[in-house]
């Protein structure tokens, strides 16, 4: 991910080297060039304009220090102004003062929900946590048992309705998992629920049910960075729909051009928390704006 960006942008810095101070026109060329890296990888069209408008700006109006030439400055303020559409700082779990944290997560399907639940419950476990999964994805058939396979797989528990009963409630499968964690004393509940393909009225119904049910201490909404655009207009979707506090990228080691990981914090207003990059359990972390913007710019 990011390569084509990283490549274009590296091309418009290499174009300013050797430069004692930027005309109007350099600026100019320069923005018109971060521009067009931005729209080919799929940066939505507001973020751009905010993004360029913001680089002019300061390329314009800071003195440059002297330690850096004008192309180190520009490169400077591009790297600020990524860490900014970024996020940031990196939003860490908010726990739960007393009994366990309910994480539930939310996302189409395909999304990478099941496997994050168990890489997210694995991280925590690194971390010292007790946490528990709970199956409360009842539509898609095998969703319970890929949970309880992953589930196998970094050593957590989790709590499904008995099998084959295919008509369990959700609902009353999240309530009845929180009273399970306070018995067994797990301090992490972490509720997978059910996604759609698209869009769709009563999946984003269900999951504010279970929401509204269990009173969650973070709605997660899982995406796959490898849908681009669409991944911003479904976050807003599951906004409108659903709420929540945070974001998940998910298959960020694909090759796409990674306009959703840049975009969807500014659309959003919602903090990209984790990122989920691979196939195996521990290809997974926080997300830092800092250290992803500087991947960008290397
Ligand atoms: P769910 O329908 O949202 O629960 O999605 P799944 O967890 O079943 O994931 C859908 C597919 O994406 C599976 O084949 C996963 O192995 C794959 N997947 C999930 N996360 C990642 C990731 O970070 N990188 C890659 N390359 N594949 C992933």
New binding site residues.
């Given amino acids: 991910m990011f390569a084509t960006l990283s490549d274009r942008l590296a091309d418009t810095f290499k174009n300013l080297r050797g430069k004692g101070r930027l005309s109007e026109a350099d600026i100019d060329a320069t923005a018109r060039e971060i521009r067009i890296a931005l729209l080919e990888a799929d940066v939505a069209l507001p973020v751009v304009k905010e993004f360029v408008g913001a680089v002019k700006e300061r390329a314009r109006s800071e003195e440059v220090s002297g330690a850096l030439n004008p192309a180190q400055q520009i490169i400077k303020i591009v790297h600020e102004e990524l860490v900014t559409i970024l996020g940031g700082e990196t939003r860490r779990l908010r726990y739960a003062k007393s009994g366990p944290t309910v994480i539930m997560l939310a996302?189409?399907?395909?999304?990478?929900?099941?496997?994050?639940a168990a890489k997210l419950a694995l991280w925590l476990k690194d971390q010292d946590k007790t946490p528990m999964l709970v199956a409360a994805?009842l539509q898609?058939p095998n969703?319970v048992q890929?949970l309880q396979v992953n589930g196998d797989r970094v050593g957590v528990p989790v709590f499904a309705p008995e099998p084959g009963n295919g008509t369990g409630n959700p609902v009353e499968v999240a309530r009845a998992s929180i009273e399970e964690a306070k018995r067994r004393l797990h301090d992490v509940v972490i509720i997978?629920t059910a996604?759609r393909l698209g869009v769709d009225q009563t999946l984003m119904q269900q999951a504010a049910d279970i929401r509204d049910a269990v009173q969650p201490d973070e709605v997660l909404f899982?995406v796959d960075a490898m849908i681009g655009q669409d991944a911003v207009t479904t976050a807003q979707a599951f906004l409108d729909g659903v709420g929540y506090d945070g974001v998940v990228l998910?298959?960020?080691?694909?090759d796409a051009r990674g306009g959703a990981a840049l975009s969807i914090r500014s659309i959003t207003g919602k903090p990209v928390m984790f990122a989920?990059?691979?196939?195996k359990m521990t290809?997974f972390d926080l997300f830092h704006p800092d250290r992803m913007a500087s991947r960008i710019l290397d």
Avoid at 107 to 116: C, E, I, N, R
Avoid at 276 to 279: N, V
């Fill in positions: 996302g189409l399907q395909g999304a990478g929900k099941t496997t994050l994805d898609r969703a890929q997978d996604g899982v998910t298959k960020l080691d694909g989920s990059s691979g196939e290809d």
